[in-house]
């Protein structure tokens, strides 16, 4: 008898095995093949039949328990698509819309495969809100009209002033299309509209929302959609981790105060990709607990640059390691490839590699601050963050400012710093100069170096700082 009962056992694995990989295989495909027809949307939207069933998070506790998964329903492959307007959404840019989207959303998160759709030619006004999970794999959020948040700062309520559109707990997830996320955020960049608002409510934090936030979600992939005009940041990722941020466009005006471009926190493994951004701050700002991130073929300007940190506030603890950013553009921005930290912090930023950055003028390209202060005065403390294992290869291109900037901790000096191929002229537009800056920093250079002062910027032995730097880095293992 257990002769006979292997075969069989053999035999419904090999089904099982199958099933999985042509569900797999089909749901890849089906989102493909959505992506591409959403770029030839026709007028005819609201005519279409598809069918469907008509709290603020903190900045860094970690994620509570997510719930259960929710009970499989099997729907026909004709129901994977749930059009917002086929839950009562009016799409008049006026009206709204938020509960046609909840409602959308909760329906298509119990199916495989599904996809939430926001269609062409139509504007949603959304209220501040949460979508989160689990759901079923492989769900989409197409965006191919436009979503306005609410203008009027006076009519968001006290909770929502971290965030506009909040996605928890979600994984295998995908944001795509053609449209647009419309932050419409200028109401909020008058200091006189804020100010008006906290004097009204007590306890209002002085905060602005970010348009779009991930928390505590794992494999999550944002493509082709506009950002554009959040009250702050646009698009950030906390807690999170195996993200893709691919060919998107992020723009706020350069007058638009902290507006960064992309966010990241505490979140792993990330690749962003081919993609301009244009902004009031920094176009990717990358902070403390991330590791693994790739940035590459990015625009960047108007804006602050690509920048990592500021780290260490208040003596916190700060840890960044593995990040390369490679094949930049840089154009009009306050600084190039930047480090901040602050003085007073623990930690350490180690193994990061700038290469093949195009700057055009930039104030100042290639920037470690290991005295960074958003005040007018900031008090002078003697510990700071460990920088290590940092590569600059080929910055080229003109500063309107300075070439470099390197103002290292008296205690904590920067280590093995290595300056490779940087040229760096005077942009022709500016008359006033300021010589390169470089204090207590050690690593190597080589050249071709411009200007030639370059090559004395670091110093070749450490002395006693090193040991204070390494047990910096050892905070961190």
């Known amino acids: 008898m257990k002769r006979d009962k292997i075969p069989l056992l053999v035999f419904l694995l090999v089904f099982l095995v199958l099933i999985f990989t042509t569900f797999s295989i089909t749901c890849v495909d089906a989102r493909k093949h959505h992506s591409k027809k959403s770029r030839s949307h026709s007028k005819h939207h609201k005519h279409r039949n598809d069918n469907g069933n008509n709290a603020r998070d903190s900045e860094n506790p970690p994620a509570p328990a997510p719930t259960p998964l929710p009970p499989y329903v099997p729907y026909p492959p004709k129901s994977r698509i749930f059009d917002v ?19 959308a959303w909760e329906a298509a998160c119990r199916v495989p495969c599904a996809t939430v759709e926001i269609p062409s030619e139509f504007k949603f006004l959304i209220e501040p809100i949460t979508l989160k999970g689990p759901c079923m794999p492989h769900l989409v959020l197409q965006i191919d009209g436009t979503i306005l948040a609410p203008p009027e700062v006076g009519s968001w309520p006290k909770s929502s002033w971290f965030q506009w559109i909040n996605f928890k707990w979600l994984h295998n997830f995908t944001i795509q299309g053609t449209g647009s996320v419309d932050g419409q955020g200028s109401n909020w960049w008058s200091l006189s509209q804020v100010h008006y608002i906290q004097k009204r409510s007590k306890n ?22 506009r950002i554009i005009n959040s009250p702050q940041c646009h698009l950030k990722f906390d807690n999170s981790g195996k993200v893709n941020v691919t060919n998107i466009t992020i723009s706020s005006p350069e007058n638009s105060p902290n507006t960064d471009g992309i966010h990241l926190q505490n979140t792993q493994d990330v690749e962003i990709q081919h993609s301009n951004i244009g902004c009031g701050d920094d176009c990717v700002s990358i902070q403390t607990g991330c590791s693994n991130v790739h940035v590459h073929h990015i625009n ?10 500021g780290l260490g506030k208040e003596k916190s603890l700060a840890c960044v390691s593995n990040l390369v950013v490679d094949n930049i553009s840089v154009q009009n921005t306050l600084y190039g490839v930047r480090i901040k930290t602050w003085q007073g912090g623990i930690g350490s930023v180690k193994d990061v590699s700038f290469s093949n950055i195009q700057v055009s003028d930039v104030k100042v390209p290639i920037v470690i601050d290991q005295y960074y202060c958003d005040k007018h005065k900031c008090k002078n403390q003697t510990g700071a963050v460990a920088i290590s294992g940092v590569t600059y290869n080929q910055i080229i291109g003109t500063y309107s400012v300075q070439p470099i900037h390197l103002a290292c901790s008296n205690n904590v000096p920067c280590t093995d710093v290595d300056l490779i191929d940087i040229q760096l002229n005077p942009s022709p537009k500016y008359r006033s100069f300021q010589q390169a800056l470089c204090w207590n920093s050690y690593g190597k250079s080589q050249a071709p170096l411009v200007p030639s002062s370059i090559d004395y910027c670091l110093r070749r032995h450490s002395g006693s700082g090193m040991e204070t730097a390494k047990s910096h880095e050892n905070i961190c293992q």
């Not at 307007?85 to 409602?103: E, P, T």
């Not at 979600?217 to 944002?222: A, E, F, G, M, R």
């Not at 960047?300 to 940190?309: D, E, R, T, V, Y």
């Open 204 to 225: 209002i934090p002085n905060m602005k929302p970010t348009a779009l936030r991930f928390y505590a979600s794992y494999d999550v992939t944002v493509r082709n959609i």
């Open 85 to 103: 307007l086929s839950f009562g959404a009016k799409g008049d840019g006026v009206s709204d819309d938020s509960k046609a989207l909840i409602a």
């Open 300 to 309: 960047c300007g108007p804006g602050h640059g690509i920048s990592l940190g």
